[in-house]
Each structure stands twice: as C-alpha cells, then as structure tokens.
C-alpha cells in the first residue's frame, strides 16, 4: 500500500482544513491514522479508525475539533481540522496498519505498516 497525503497549508487560527490520504492497493481492510509531528517533538498520535470504520479515537487535544473519516469507493481518509489552534502546526502523517488492532495500540506508530509523505499544517495566530 502505497499513501500519499495533501490538503496541509497555512491558515488563521480559528479556521479548517481537510487532509486527504490516499491509497493505492486494497483499501478496505486496513485500520488508518493520522499523527503529526512538530519541530524538535516526536510523532504523536491525532486519530484512528479500526478496520471497518465504526470504531474512532481522537487523542485529547483534538477531541471535538477534529474528525476522521474514509471513503472506501475512493481509498481515502480524511482529517477535518476545525477551529484550529497554532499548537496544531506540525507535518501530518497519514498510516495504514495490516492487523486489526486495539484502539490501545493503534495510538502507537509501531502499530501501522505503511505511511504517507506528510503535509504541513501551519496555524497563524
């Protein structure tokens, strides 16, 4: 599986963005996340779904601000980011995980097997 992420860009705080991930190969069956990663920091955990997409989770920064979402028609996930906050700049990582993990573990970056280029995101204040 192959992901290639877009959508980042340079905002005001207060405003949204919507990152794309898309997918060649077999979509479907892959739990997906999204982590970000700002400077001097390490990659952290923003959001996932378990394969079959009833299940999400949110970390607590962006819980209610954020929302993750797929289209299996299109092989694409996608990140709304609402009322952004200049704490939310990073290069956002797109993921794709084989096993059908735990939320638990689907929090962690070991958990996933493929992952996207990034896209930055920059929040002005």
């Known amino acids: 599986v192959q992901l290639q992420a877009s959508g980042g860009g340079l905002v005001q705080a207060g405003g949204s963005l919507r990152l794309s991930c898309t997918a060649s190969?077999?979509?479907?069956?892959?739990?997906m996340g999204w982590f970000r990663q700002a400077p001097g920091k390490e990659r952290e955990f923003v959001a996932a779904?378990?394969?079959?997409?009833?299940?999400?989770y949110y970390a607590d920064p962006v819980k209610g601000r954020f929302t993750i979402s797929r289209d299996n028609a299109k092989s694409t996930v996608y990140l709304q980011m609402d009322s952004l906050k200049p704490e939310d700049t990073a290069v956002y990582y797109c993921?794709?995980?084989?096993?059908?993990?735990?939320?638990?573990?689907?929090?962690?970056?070991?958990?996933?097997?493929?992952w996207g280029q990034g896209t930055q995101v920059t929040v002005s204040s």
């Open positions: 190969g077999t979509f479907g069956s892959y739990s």
């Open positions: 779904f378990r394969w079959g997409g009833r299940s999400t």
């Open positions: 993921a794709a995980s084989s096993k059908n993990w735990v939320m638990s573990v689907l929090r962690t970056t070991p958990a996933y097997d493929y």
